[in-house]
């Protein structure tokens, strides 16, 4: 059996890539995945084709999910902390 033929619950839309490598996703895919304008979307490249779907993480999602910091630090105290964090994790043993 054909894996990329179209199955009885599946529904071929058709759309143009433009010279930008552009494509104009259909409404009815828009709407069953919930997407609004300015909305990301994921290409999931696998074995039976590429997949389109909602990222599960942007920036949006994650938003929150770690506190702010108790205090506020300079840009150079931030480049001293990342150098230091840097180096430690690559400190020969």
């Known amino acids: 059996m054909n894996s990329n033929a179209i199955q009885p619950n599946e529904t071929e839309m058709i759309s143009t890539l433009t010279s930008k490598g552009q ?52 840009e150079k105290e931030i480049r001293d902390i990342a150098i230091e964090s840097h180096l430690e994790k690559y400190k020969v043993k």
């Not at 979307?41 to 920036?59: C, E, N, Q, S």
């Open 23 to 74: 494509v104009t996703i259909p409404v009815q895919i828009r709407r069953f995945l919930g997407l609004k304008p300015k909305a990301k979307v994921a290409f999931l490249r696998k074995k039976d084709g590429v997949h389109i779907a909602v990222p599960r993480y942007t920036l949006d999602t994650i938003k929150g999910a770690v506190p702010a910091l108790s205090q506020k630090y300079s």
